[in-house]
């Protein structure tokens, strides 16, 4: 049983570019949720997919925004780049409602 | 979801035990305790969760109280290792929070020889 992947490791980007990262879910998870982690803080709740459907937003702008596939990978995509969105990018899967298990995460450099 | 407050670091002894307390006593009657840890720039690993009953699994065992406002993660003495942020989490179980997980601040355990 593999867990949870996320790709990139890390990047760089330029303010103002546009940025996708991509999450597979744990085998046999059909729930992927995203969050974002600035630096010395805890986690934020970006958004939640539950079989290729959002099911919960947090406090982040339409710029946020994801999908999830029929086999429940997901992608986050992030628009208009700003220097804030700098931040360790986790992706958590779970079967329904049941304990989220995380990925590695993508380290994201805004520039 | 229930606001939870922690302790915002402890010293711990490599090779003893330890006992990370929780308050939450805003807890509503259907929100369950997670407990998460975090060490640097990897993801949070989860350890154990509950509802009012003890539990115990191979990493920890969660104690919460009779009236459910704290908990307490027992951490074994040969799970103590690492250095990390212990986070505890109250987490709401209804469609329009959409099972997100709020995360804290955490206590960070700096493990010491």
């Known amino acids: 049983e593999t867990g949870v992947t996320q790709s990139p490791t890390h990047l760089i980007k330029t303010r103002g570019q546009q940025v996708t990262l991509r999450c597979s879910s744990q085998?046999?998870?059909?729930?992927v949720s995203w969050y974002q982690q600035a630096l010395g803080q805890g986690p934020q709740f970006i958004f939640q997919?539950?079989?290729?459907?959002?099911?919960g937003r947090g406090n982040f702008p339409p710029r946020f925004s994801g999908l999830q596939f029929p086999n429940y990978s997901s992608e986050l995509n992030v628009n208009a780049l700003e220097l804030d969105d700098s931040a360790l990018y986790l992706c958590?899967?779970?079967?329904?409602?049941?304990?989220?298990?995380f990925g590695p995460g993508t380290r994201l450099t805004v520039t | 979801d229930a606001k939870t407050t922690q302790p915002t670091s402890m010293d711990c002894a490599e090779g003893r035990a330890a006992n990370l307390p929780c308050n939450h006593s805003?807890?509503?009657?259907?929100?369950?305790v997670y407990w998460y840890r975090q060490i640097h720039s990897q993801g949070p690993q989860y350890i154990i969760h509950?509802?009012?009953n003890n539990e115990t699994n191979e990493m920890a065992s969660l104690i919460i109280t009779e009236d459910r406002k704290s908990s307490t993660l027992i951490l074994p003495h040969d799970k103590l290792r690492d250095t990390a942020v212990y986070y505890c989490?109250?987490?709401?179980?209804?469609?329009?929070?959409?099972?997100?997980?709020?995360f804290g601040g955490g206590t960070r355990v700096l493990v010491k020889p």
């Open positions: 997919y539950y079989r290729e459907e959002e099911n």
């Open positions: 958590a899967s779970s079967f329904n409602s049941y304990e989220q298990y």
């Open positions: 085998s046999g998870h059909n729930t």
């Open positions: 989490i109250v987490r709401g179980t209804s469609r329009a929070a959409g099972n997100k997980l709020t």
């Open positions: 805003t807890i509503s009657g259907n929100e369950y």
């Open positions: 509950g509802l009012k």
